[in-house]
């Protein structure tokens, strides 16, 4: 399952959390338990796994995210950006549609390709 949107983020730190925490009450939505998320920028994991960064202008959603992994018993973890070409493409294929939120019950053809590539940990540069 995996989905996208359209969302618009005043920087890329903020849209990862977003995701994180939109993911997050997907899953909780859902009855899913025991899932393992991913996500490169590793201040954002950190920020998440601890909770509590009153100070931070996401500190709400960071502390959400926190509790809902909890409820959820989900764990997350950093992984390199060129190492997750799935949720590459998929950020990638959101910002070109025009309809917001989109949930993938079944994997697009066209990223086969990705997931074989994340699965055998093959990098690949992203412009």
Known sequence: MGYYDKEVFTSSLEAEIWSVHKGL????ERKL??????????N???MINEGNPNLHPQSVMINE???????TNTTIGHTYRTANQCADYLARWGVEQDVNLVFLMEMPIAMREFVFRDSL?????LD
């Open 65 to 71: 995210a926190h509790l809902l992994m909890d409820r």
């Open 33 to 42: 338990e025991n899932v393992k998320i991913e996500s490169d920028p590793l």
């Open 44 to 46: 954002a994991v950190n």
């Open 121 to 125: 940990n093959i990098r690949q540069v």
């Open 25 to 28: 009450e997907i899953i909780l």
